[in-house]
């Protein structure tokens, strides 16, 4: 009985120490769409708006979540709690048919979307909580940043805009806690939910956004966010200076003398030059 019980003692440390370690480390799934999965989300709906539709489509052979607006706004909300400090990290792709055609984030009259994705961040009370919206902009141009319209409490940032890459897949990586610090001055609190967003009830138009699997990943190692020094090339032996012997005191030159024919004599030859001294 004494090898199986340490076996058994050996099996629960690895799963105590190892595994928990592994999971720290590990990506966390929030959207898995690309297995036709919702679990976890739940429908948000905007008040006196109608519902936009989300459902599964394939896309190449592959599982993504469409969302279809017609003059509605609702969105998909998964609830979660994470540390921004060890998962600061969101990883997501998303497609669009085309922008809003009379969008326009810097208005409220215009503010509607093809694809928006929201990492919120309670604060306490409702009007306190804030959040970094990532934005397919129909005006904003990628990297530009402003407000929310609608609060002073939200930045959107626009990773993508226009209608140059509409019909094609793009892929991101934000860094939502940078993002975040950037937008607000301060450290990011626990995010509380991430959420997905396709509507047009304000410009009263229609728009198609298609999104991928959205992932959180972990704050990377602190040797892989060093940058790698580069090796310092071998530097070449330095030559010994040569020795060097004191300087002969200088004769003096010989007084000036004429020759019996009244003419000078020949200059007297240059002296070799003293050595520099290494």
Aim: charged residues 25%; hydrophobic residues 35%; aromatic residues 10%.
């Amino acid at each position: 009985m004494q090898p199986y019980r340490t076996l058994c003692i050996a099996v629960i440390f690895v799963f105590l120490t190892v595994f928990p370690a592994l999971a720290a480390e590990s990506e966390l799934r929030i959207g898995k769409f690309s297995s036709a999965e919702l679990a976890g989300w739940k429908e948000q709906t905007v008040f006196g708006s109608k519902k936009s539709a989300y459902t599964f489509v394939q896309d190449n052979g592959k599982s993504v979540l469409m969302g279809k607006s017609h003059d509605s706004a609702s969105g998909l909300l998964h609830k979660i709690d994470i540390d921004p400090k060890a998962y600061p990290i969101i990883k997501w792709s998303w497609k669009i048919d085309h922008t809003v055609k009379k969008g326009n984030e810097r208005t409220k009259d215009g503010h509607d979307f093809a694809a928006r994705l929201y990492v919120v961040f309670p604060r306490g009370f409702f009007s306190k909580t804030r959040a970094i919206e990532y934005v397919w902009g129909n005006v904003l141009r990628k990297g530009e940043s402003i407000r929310n319209p609608y609060s002073k409490n939200v930045v959107m940032i626009a990773v993508d805009g226009g209608d140059e890459l509409a019909g094609r897949w793009t892929s991101h990586r934000r860094n939502f806690a940078e993002d975040y610090r950037a937008a607000f001055g301060e450290e990011a609190p626990k995010v509380g939910a991430i959420a997905i967003m396709t509507d047009s009830d304000n410009t009263h138009e229609s728009a198609t956004g298609y999104y991928g699997d959205i992932t959180v990943l972990p704050a990377p190692r602190e040797e892989e966010q060093k940058p790698k020094e580069p090796k310092q090339k071998e530097q070449p032996a330095k030559e010994q200076p040569a020795k060097t012997h004191p300087a002969k005191p200088k004769e003096p030159l010989p007084k000036e003398q004429t020759n019996g024919n009244g003419s000078h004599p020949a200059p007297p030859a240059a002296l070799p030059p003293a050595q520099n001294q290494q």
